[in-house]
């Protein structure tokens, strides 16, 4: 059964390897539909879901197509991937809303941790978003009134709508990544290896997945060139080299992703990472507005190294600390010897 599952962490990495290439395949073909489209819109009357598509390819550069072709790639993947790994229809692998299906007469393994019924689901879920929401938000806004940064946020909408708007979006990308990231690669990634080496590789795989995301300022010379989306990859992969880069981008993606890791085996559901990860996605949407303007950053400590290192590493980390105190007892305590 180990060999089995050993072969299905290979099946993990093919998948996202076959995501990233298709992606980067894909980009140019979608930049030049999307471009093409807001072309052919303009000064024609046509019907307002096609014209707002249109508004928004005209808008977007080659960064935004780069990530929504990874994310179609993914989701395109997605079922022949779960096929691969034998989740479909047929018995139970385990109970509750997040447990897969099997075909009939597999075999189940018993090994690693099921996710189950969380009874404190709910309360779970906010107390992750208060914690990390709670503790990242203020840091910087005392960052703010200490005279460091001053605080930008869009000017066309109210701030009651775009705080709406950013905690609804937030949270239905935390609860998509975290099915994902930690229901069902961590729950492979449990079944192969120990708890230790599934949290560790867990928080990597999810740290690498989101380090594609590319950074401000980040173009290829011809976006509409057919090898523009694996160009994007190389300077992607260079950033790596770079260890500012590699301080402010990697590293606090590979802090979260432990913490997250961490709260979805100590609880044996998804209900406390979600609450997290929304909170992340909240406090680090607005305090992207941050902008230095004081004289309380110095060579050594600059207000990069402040705003995307510093500041949320350390958020994150009394997040995990206090999650640990505040959560029962890991559910499944034989999932340690697994």
């Known amino acids: 059964m180990r060999n089995e599952a050993h072969g299905d962490v ?85 109970s509750g809303p997040w447990g897969l299906r099997l075909p009939d007469g597999a075999r189940v393994s018993r090994l690693g941790q099921s996710l189950g019924k969380n009874p404190q ?16 938000l203020p840091m910087g806004i005392a960052l703010v009134a200490a005279g460091w940064f ?85 300077l992607l992969a260079l950033r790596f080299a770079d260890g500012a880069a590699l301080l402010e981008t990697f590293l606090p993606l590979l802090a979260l992703g432990l913490v997250l890791s961490y709260a979805r085996w100590r609880t044996a559901s998804l209900w406390l990472p979600i609450g997290m990860h929304a909170g992340w996605l909240t406090a680090k949407n607005i305090l992207n507005g941050m902008v230095a303007i004081g004289s309380g950053t110095g060579p050594l400590l600059s207000a990069e190294v402040v705003q995307h290192f510093l500041l949320p590493v350390t958020a994150i980390l009394i997040t995990g600390a206090l999650a640990h105190y505040l959560t029962a007892n890991p559910a499944h305590p034989d999932a340690s010897r697994s």
């Open 150 to 234: 001053k605080l930008e946020l869009p000017a066309d909408v109210g701030l009651a709508t775009h705080l709406a708007g950013t905690f609804i979006v937030a949270l239905l990308t935390a609860v998509v990544a975290e099915v994902l990231f930690r229901g069902i690669v961590m729950g492979v990634f449990l079944r192969a290896m120990r708890p230790a080496a599934a949290l560790g590789m867990s928080a990597a795989f999810f740290a690498l997945a989101a380090s594609l995301a590319p950074a401000a300022g980040m173009h290829v010379a011809d976006p509409e060139a057919r090898g523009a989306g694996f160009e994007m990859l190389r």
């Open 10 to 94: 290979l099946k993990v990495w093919l998948y996202a390897a076959a995501s990233v290439w298709l992606g980067a395949w894909f980009s140019p073909l979608l930049y030049n539909a999307g471009k093409a489209l807001a072309e052919v819109s303009q000064g024609k009357t046509i019907n307002g879901p096609l014209e707002w598509l249109a508004g928004v390819c005209m808008r977007a550069d080659f960064p935004a197509f780069f990530m929504v072709s990874m994310m179609l790639a993914a989701a395109v993947l997605f079922f022949p991937w779960m096929e691969w790994l034998h989740a479909r229809r047929g018995a139970a692998l385990a």
């Open 121 to 136: 689901g709910p309360w779970h879920l906010c107390a992750g978003f208060l914690l990390l929401a709670g503790l990242l």
